[in-house]
């Protein structure tokens, strides 16, 4: 049984970094073809893909914000970290991570989100 | 990269059908498989098409996928509407190793 499972602040100050770690159980992220997502989404608003690593350790981000993004796994604790410096208000959303597929490259089963709110 | 456009809102009475289309604004549709997400309010999404067309196991065949390299799109059908089926449902493709979601589209059931 796939599981995963967001964590970390519920609430960040503008300009501070943000720190958000999946949890996830039911596979590897150590299999060929396994990779794992994180995906956003506003309050009200649409789902924005932000960044992906494979099983490989290879690493994509969202063209937009790849200045800002960090995603990193720990195999041996079945963990990865996303880290989004310099918060805005506008980042404030709900925070997926999702297991994905790296072909045809879908997001098969994703965790219950975390809200992130930036405010002062 | 290209974008996925999808109507903000769609409405049908129950045990009708409906079409939920998703356009790429550059790029073959065909070039990278799509995929469909349900995703009730509150909750986070799930997988009801993949691979253009394929159901996961537990989607019932009521949803369909297809898509229209004339119109440069993809469809969502969703026959004998239920009220359960009253949700958001998101488009997604990928662009290299970049993920795209279209806009989503609000599905009423009325």
């Known amino acids: 049984q796939v599981t995963l499972r967001e964590s970390g602040p519920a609430l960040v100050k503008p300009t501070q970094t943000l720190t958000l770690t999946c949890t996830f159980s039911?596979?590897?992220?150590?299999?060929?073809?396994?990779?794992v997502s994180w995906i956003r989404q506003p309050p009200g608003k649409a789902l924005e893909w932000l960044a992906r690593?494979?099983?490989?350790?290879?690493?994509y981000y969202s063209t937009s914000l790849k200045t800002r993004l960090t995603i990193s796994k720990d195999t041996s604790k079945n963990q990865v970290v996303l880290t989004m410096t310099n918060m805005d208000p506008v980042d404030t959303a709900t925070y997926y991570c999702?297991?994905?597929?790296?072909?045809?490259?879908?997001?098969?089963?994703w965790g219950q989100g975390t809200l992130v709110t930036v405010s002062s | 990269n290209f974008m996925l456009t999808q109507p903000h809102s769609v409405s049908e009475s129950p045990g009708k059908t409906v079409t939920i289309s998703c356009t790429r604004s550059?790029?073959?549709?065909?070039?990278?498989?799509v995929q469909w997400y349900q995703q009730r309010p509150g909750s986070a999404p799930t997988t009801v098409i993949y691979?253009?067309?394929?159901?996961p196991s537990g989607v019932p065949d009521r949803f369909s996928g297809s898509i229209d390299s004339s119109s440069n799109s993809a469809s969502l059908t969703i026959s004998g509407l239920k009220t359960e089926d009253e949700a958001d449902y998101y488009c997604?493709?990928?662009?290299?190793?970049?993920?795209?979601f279209g806009g989503g589209t609000k599905l009423t059931v009325l």
């Open positions: 039911g596979f590897s992220l150590s299999t060929s073809g396994m990779c």
């Open positions: 999702a297991r994905t597929l790296a072909f045809p490259y879908y997001f098969d089963y």
């Open positions: 550059s790029g073959s549709i065909a070039s990278n498989y």
């Open positions: 997604q493709s990928y662009d290299s190793s970049n993920g795209v």
């Open positions: 690593i494979d099983w490989d350790d290879d690493k």
């Open positions: 691979e253009d067309n394929q159901r």
